[in-house]
């Protein structure tokens, strides 16, 4: 049969489909070229989350939940493969924590007064659509985390995420459109762009949609959103010392400091990032961190070396971040065996290798004259970040006085520093611990608008 111009244009066309369907881009919901076109899309959707009941939206994180955890597995190996930063055994666990212990719409509570003078009711409102900027640190676990609240509360939210971590980023993002979808509920609940820039930061923070910005990273960006002119959450940098004083069971707070300083290799900003001891006690605790605890005590040699791999130039490289103990070490030419998990040595507390963040498994003991002595240097410690403190005691006058003093939003007593996120202690989970502004760990309730609602002289039963 000859071929004419009809028939030609019709295989064009089916080929034509099928290269669109191929191009077509499968799994990418929410994901956009432009930041305005982002946040118009959230805008849209925020329309339709508003309208949705409480039950609506809870049906919708449930599915969440689920989601988190059938791709727990997947999203730990790509946040690790993708940032080089952590283990993928740790980031499981992380994603199943959010899955399992971040509050959803139960959160969103009333207040009510009812008198003779009628009935007054507090009611959470949402903001409308969320501006969100996220770390590579624990990337899909605060996108996931932010967006389970921020629904809750009836926002949609657009992210900036890290461009370090942006597959990862956008493979939660995906997952959190789908789960929409699957529940009746709108697509792009949570939406970014292909390529986050401080250039699209900038556009989401000055858009005119965009009310409050939640930022999650260290002082350079909180600065930034603070400054925005908007309302702003700030989850800043912390870093966190764990006291040990000489009422302690010396032995646990060894296991303890370890577990909490190594899970997902130091990451979490809440991780125990240095120790300070009352004198009587280091050297047990010493003992306790080396024979117990696979800890490798480095000399003063190996600790000059650290200092200029991982301080290279005076700033933190950002190849040591989030590494284990044995890869810190082999950079610098030590070999150690398996079981190695976290490097020690004493040191003053202007060490640099104590004073810096690492976001590493390096722990420096400072020693302290007495009890007084510890609390005045790990408040010097925690650099007024006013984020997380963890203290190893028996003694509840000295936990008070340290409490007060040090005046972080977290203190961990005689536990790891991740029971603070409800792992292994009461509570609930978040990644965005709002260390700056005050609202300490975020949830649903924190992403609400307070609004009084009054009836005057009706409404009153009683
Ligand atoms: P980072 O500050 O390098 O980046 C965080 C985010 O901010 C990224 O998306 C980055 O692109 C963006 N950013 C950085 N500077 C900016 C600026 N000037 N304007 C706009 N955006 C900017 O942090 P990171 O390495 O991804 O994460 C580690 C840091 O975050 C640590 O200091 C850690 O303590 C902190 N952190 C805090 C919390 C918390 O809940 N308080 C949680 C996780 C991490």
Redesign the pocket.
């Known amino acids: 049969m000859p071929i004419n111009e009809n028939m030609v244009q019709e295989i064009v066309q089916e080929v034509m489909a099928k290269m669109q369907i191929a191009d077509a881009p499968t799994g990418k919901h929410g994901i956009f070229k432009e930041m305005n076109d982002a946040i118009e899309a959230a805008k849209k959707s925020q329309l339709i989350v508003k309208k949705m009941s409480m039950d609506q939206r809870e049906k919708i994180i449930t599915c969440i939940r689920k989601k988190i955890k059938e791709n727990a597995e997947v999203m730990a190996r790509m946040g690790v493969e993708e940032t080089g930063m952590g283990n993928v055994g740790d980031k499981i666990l992380k994603h199943h924590l959010v899955a399992d212990k971040t509050p959803g719409t139960e959160v969103i509570t009333t207040t009510a007064w009812s008198g003779d003078r009628g009935l007054t009711l507090i009611e959470m409102g949402p903001f409308g659509v969320i501006g969100a900027?996220?770390?590579?640190?624990?990337?899909s676990e605060?996108i996931l985390c932010n967006t389970m609240g921020m629904l809750a509360g009836g926002n949609t939210v657009v992210f900036?995420?890290?461009?370090?971590?942006i597959k990862t980023s956008i493979y939660a993002i995906n997952l959190l459109n789908e789960a929409s979808l699957e529940c009746g509920g709108p697509d792009n609940i949570a939406v970014t762009v292909e390529k986050?820039?401080?250039e699209t930061?900038?556009v989401m923070?000055k858009h005119k949609d965009i009310p409050l910005i939640a930022?999650?990273?260290?002082?350079?960006?909180?600065?930034?959103?603070l400054s925005s002119g908007k309302r702003g959450i700030?989850?800043?940098?912390?870093?966190p010392p764990a006291l040990v004083d000489e009422t302690a069971d010396v032995r646990k707070a060894a296991t303890d400091i370890v577990n909490g300083c190594t899970f997902d290799n130091n990451?979490?900003?809440?991780a125990e990032k240095e120790i300070v001891a009352v004198s009587s006690i280091v050297d047990e605790l010493m003992h306790y961190l080396v024979t117990e605890n696979d800890c490798y005590l480095a000399s003063k040699e190996e600790q000059d070396k650290l200092t200029e791999v991982v301080l290279a130039g005076g700033k933190l490289n950002?190849k040591c971040?989030g590494r284990d103990a044995r890869t810190l070490l082999s950079m610098i030419g030590v070999n150690v065996p398996a079981n190695i998990r976290c490097i020690v040595f004493e040191g003053p507390k202007e060490h640099p290798l104590i004073t810096t963040?690492l976001?590493m498994p390096i722990l420096g003991v400072v020693r302290a004259r007495d009890f007084d002595d510890a609390v005045e240097q790990a408040v010097w410690l925690e650099h007024g970040?006013r984020?997380s403190a963890h203290i190893h005691s028996k003694n509840i006058d000295n936990i008070t006085k340290y409490a007060k003093a040090i005046d972080t939003?977290i203190l961990v007593k005689n536990a790891p520093s991740y029971a603070a996120l409800g792992f292994g202690g009461e509570g609930y989970c978040?990644?965005?611990?709002?260390?700056?502004t005050g609202e300490g760990l975020?949830c649903a309730s924190t992403f609400t608008k307070r609004r009084r609602c009054v009836m005057a002289d009706s409404l009153c039963i009683r």
Do not use: D, K, Q, Y
Not at 160 to 165: E, G, I, K, M, Q
Not at 234 to 239: L, P, R
Not at 430 to 436: G, P
């Open positions: 900027i996220t770390p590579c640190t624990n990337p605060t900036n995420p890290h461009p370090a971590a986050p820039t401080l930061s900038n923070m930022a999650t990273g260290g002082p350079g960006v909180v600065t930034a959103v700030g989850a800043g940098a912390g870093n990451l979490p900003c809440i950002r971040v963040e976001m970040n984020h939003a978040t990644f965005t611990i709002a260390s700056r975020t």
